[in-house]
């Protein structure tokens, strides 16, 4: 399956929003915990494609498509490796709370303009353990 193609489409079909994680769509939003996972682990299987293309996506702030011309600007390196830590601490939140191992509350949840803010205010409702 051509992941990256889905989500694309997803983008198209509802804004930059869609890559929230807590509106993609459970074949996304697994198909990312599979990568970011492969990330972790010391024999990744699966190439972060689709993590890798969400990221960049967001920080550009609308749906990447396949035109050579899209630049995206980074403060180096270290700009872009807190991004992707930002990114994979909300879909790990994502989890436990699809899990229903956590409630966040509302104004918890990342938006496209506070997702890779380190500082971003997260309460925790519930935590069922």
Do not use: W
């Amino acid at each position: 399956m051509n992941f990256e193609k889905k989500l694309l489409e997803h983008c198209e079909e509802n804004g930059i929003e869609g890559l929230l994680p807590q509106n993609l769509t459970d074949m996304l939003f697994n198909r990312l915990l599979e990568e970011i996972s492969s990330i972790d682990s010391e024999n990744g299987k699966v190439a972060p494609s689709l993590f890798l293309l969400t990221v960049l996506s967001l920080k550009n702030g609308h749906c990447l498509t396949t035109n050579p011309e899209t630049h995206i600007q980074f403060d180096g390196e270290k700009d872009l490796m807190k991004s992707f830590e930002n990114y994979e601490m909300a879909i790990t939140l994502e989890a436990y709370r699809r899990n229903a191992t956590i409630e966040l509350s509302e104004a918890s949840l990342p938006t496209v303009k506070n997702i890779f803010d380190g500082q971003r205010n997260i309460k925790f409702e519930k935590i069922n353990i």
